[in-house]
């Protein structure tokens, strides 16, 4: 990993070059008329938002979108039948600025289910044709727990670059990836020399509220427990938690028919919904809301790491911020942790 | 002890297995399905909380588990009077009160849909200014400005029907999103299912929405669908001369037949 230092205008040169060079670049825009900042595709940097904590939704849907037309077909004449696959041409080049560390690590998650013995080409061309430019965090907020789940601040992996914003208005940069070394030579002239400043003294302060291993190991025998109808009463079963999730991948196959023509497409899920078991036959395995939420918990903390090494949750907090009914994902963890 | 606390001992003492209410959250206060008596104490109202408490007694997994103790709040009250006049709910079933002044005062129960009625006769809609303040904006367009401010606010729905979910008037057992046999709307979001979305919603809540606001606070994008719901009451109410947030005591206006309508085309 290299670490540089970019000034204000630095930053500033390298943004433009980096729309210059034609990349699809995704930011942070508030809204008009709220406090809610979400991922938007912006032209200039006076655009990206400043002073928030966490976007209301995650960065996932740049890489894996909420609805994506895995083919399209036509019927001209009776039983004949063209197909358009999915092109991967048609995948801009892409970079997603200022995203938290811990969106940038909810795409190691994502890989892990999308492309872990089977590639998802979908999935894998937007990835390659992504980079990400992650933003340390200088705030944090009660829902935020990163330093729970083997995550942090300044946590890097995932990130292709990673900036640390300095009083200056510049930044300390480091890259990390050589996606992201090929995105700073775009501008490499307005990356200096590293000032020797410590990227820990601009840290946000996110304490540690229980022990992923202990939880881990808890979870091995909790599948009987009570514990899931108690957290899950006041959960209403709608799906704001899992589409806020940076690293939720559940999915629907949908069908988009007009006549003789159509398109198949791949549409973001939740395992919250009651309709996402439900059987041809009437039966559902997860006809109650307690084994909902408690697939929702032991996936994301004991099947995944069981399976693919990693966590399925980065300690984000959206879920937490999100719940009509208040469902805080880290209350409910220290209480199993307890 | 308090006043709460107290009554809610006295229920689950008696044939209530478990008292719904609200507890202390991490956002405000949140619903609370309290079993015990040691439990009681967490017990808190509250009169602004955003989550009506009617939309977990149409479940039928809380159905299942029998008489059950609500301490309802002003919008909750409405709810359930509602969907008594729906057949969705017992009254029988529901052991139900309130806590006066906000809940600084005495315990008061509710046996029928008549107390509710009679309790919430002088008491207002919620978040009145914000709905005011929307309305003389919107009004104040023309009939494209409007369509663009929708399209432009809908263009944010993620389709996480968190507004179904929350909303306890929005009970199907199978909602018309899921059904795709025909496919009514398309379930991922675009400019058009998501106004599709809505106005199926909004349109199957005229004449049955209370104007709790349930649905917009759950909106984790923050899209003033409440407005639209609360919009239909307010016309409905002038045009079909009922109360706003109260149930009609002869059916909902919209699926109720009367041989003296006053329409002509109707007859």
Redesign the interface.
């Known amino acids: 990993m290299e670490k540089r230092y970019i000034n204000k205008e630095g930053l500033s040169k390298w943004f433009s070059s980096i729309l210059n060079a034609g990349k699809r670049v995704y930011a942070p825009v508030r809204y008009e008329k709220d406090e809610k900042v979400d991922f938007r595709q912006v032209l200039s940097l006076d655009e990206v938002a400043d002073d928030y904590v966490q976007t209301t939704m995650s960065a996932k849907a740049a890489i894996f979108p909420r609805a994506e037309v895995l083919f399209k077909y036509k019927s001209e004449h009776k039983g004949e039948m063209t197909l358009e696959d999915f092109n991967p041409d048609n995948v801009p080049e892409t970079v997603v600025w200022k995203m938290r560390p811990c969106d940038a690590a909810g795409f190691i998650s994502l890989t892990d289910i999308l492309n872990t013995g089977y590639e998802d080409l979908l999935y894998k061309t937007h990835l390659d044709k992504t980079t990400l430019v992650s933003f340390s965090c200088a705030k944090a907020d009660d829902f935020c727990f990163c330093t729970s789940v083997q995550g942090g601040p300044g946590e890097t992996r995932g990130s292709d670059i990673q900036l640390t914003m300095l009083p200056d208005g510049g930044a300390i940069a480091e890259i990390i990836t050589e996606k992201g070394e090929a995105l700073m030579k775009l501008s490499e002239d307005a990356f200096l020399l590293d000032n020797g400043e410590d990227k820990a003294k601009y840290l946000a302060d996110v304490p540690v509220y229980f022990d992923i291993e202990t939880l881990q190991g808890k979870l091995k025998d909790a599948f009987n427990s009570d514990i899931w109808k108690e957290q899950s009463e006041r959960c209403l079963g709608c799906g704001a938690c899992a589409y806020v999730c940076p690293t939720c991948a559940c999915f629907s196959i949908e069908e988009d028919p007009h006549g003789t023509q159509g398109a198949r497409l791949r549409c973001w899920d939740s395992c919250g919904f009651k309709m996402f078991t439900q059987h041809t036959s009437g039966h559902n395995p997860r006809a109650k809301q307690s084994q909902r939420w408690r697939q929702r918990i032991l996936h994301k903390f004991s099947y995944m790491p069981d399976r693919v090494k990693d966590f399925g949750c980065t300690g984000c907090g959206r879920c937490s911020r999100a719940c009509p009914a208040d469902m805080n994902i880290r209350e409910h963890l220290s209480s199993i942790v307890k | 002890m308090s006043k709460i606390e107290e009554k809610a001992v006295q229920m689950l003492g008696g044939d209530v297995k478990t008292v719904l209410g609200y507890e202390k959250?991490?956002?405000g206060t949140?619903?609370?399905?309290c079993h015990t008596t040691e439990d009681a104490a967490k017990l808190v109202y509250d009169e602004n909380a955003?989550?009506n408490l009617a939309?977990?007694l149409v479940?039928q997994?809380i159905k299942d588990e029998g008489k059950i103790g609500v301490c309802a709040n002003t919008i909750t009250l409405r709810a359930i009077a509602q969907l008594a006049s729906e057949n969705q709910i017992d009254m029988n079933s529901l052991a139900l009160f309130t806590v006066l002044d906000e809940g600084k005062g005495d315990v008061k129960d509710f046996a029928s849909v008549d107390d509710i009625n009679a309790y919430l006769a002088d008491k207002p809609l919620p978040d009145s200014e914000k709905y005011d303040n929307l309305d003389k904006k919107l009004e104040a367009m023309t009939s494209e400005e409007r369509w663009t401010f929708w399209v432009n606010e809908f263009s944010?729905c993620?389709?996480?029907?968190?507004c179904?979910?929350?909303c306890p008037l929005c009970y199907c057992t199978?909602c018309i999103t899921?059904v795709?046999r025909p496919?009514w709307i398309?379930?991922?979001?675009?400019p058009m299912a998501n106004m599709e979305w809505q106005v199926n919603r909004v349109m199957h809540m005229t004449g049955r929405c209370i104007g709790c606001g349930?649905c917009q606070?759950?909106c984790?994008?923050?899209i003033p669908i409440g407005y639209l719901s609360r919009k239909m009451l307010v016309d409905m109410s002038k045009e079909f001369g009922y109360i706003p947030g109260q149930a009609m005591k002869d059916g909902n206006s919209l699926s109720t037949f009367k041989p003296d309508d006053q329409e002509n085309f109707i007859h």
């Open positions: 959250g991490s956002k949140r619903p609370f399905f955003s989550t939309a977990y479940k997994e944010r993620i389709k996480c029907y968190a179904r979910a929350a199978r899921d795709n496919q398309n379930p991922w979001p675009s349930a606070n759950a984790p994008v923050g």
